[in-house]
């Protein structure tokens, strides 16, 4: 009896160990395969610095920035971000003579550079972070 209850055990317990090993598995594979590049000749986009899944909406990890980008809850700006905080348009960022600026377009809840408010425009430096709501990116301008 004992011997049949060892062996049960056993094979119960490899088992265990196989779907944990196969989760870690799908874990990296899934891991692997959400990784967003962004393509080496981009010069200008903005990284999200959050981490996606702590999120409770979709949102890209890299959204490249040409001319213009505008970010707000409503369908015809091209970032679209389903946050209660975020207004319908809340900022866009325009590029003039080969600096970028940041223009708050009256949100609610405002447009934080690197932690001020701004009320205006403000002009973009390489590093800055930009947080509305509970989302925060990194500007980055090679």
Known sequence: MYNILAILFKYIFIVIIYLFIFSIIRLIYLDIRGMEGISSDEKVYLKLI???????FKIKEYYSIDDSISLGRHG????????PFVSK??????????????????????????????????????????????????????
Do not use: C, M, W
């Open 50 to 56: 959050n981490r996606k899944d702590s999120l409770p």
């Open 76 to 83: 015809d700006n091209n970032i679209v971000v389903k946050d």
């Open 89 to 142: 348009r809340h900022f866009q960022i325009i590029e003039d003579e080969g600096d970028y600026y940041l223009e708050d377009l009256n949100s609610a809840n405002g447009t934080y550079l690197n932690g001020d408010k701004i009320f205006d425009v403000a002009r973009l430096n390489d590093g800055d972070i930009i947080r509305i709501g509970q989302i925060e990116f990194l500007f980055v301008n090679r």
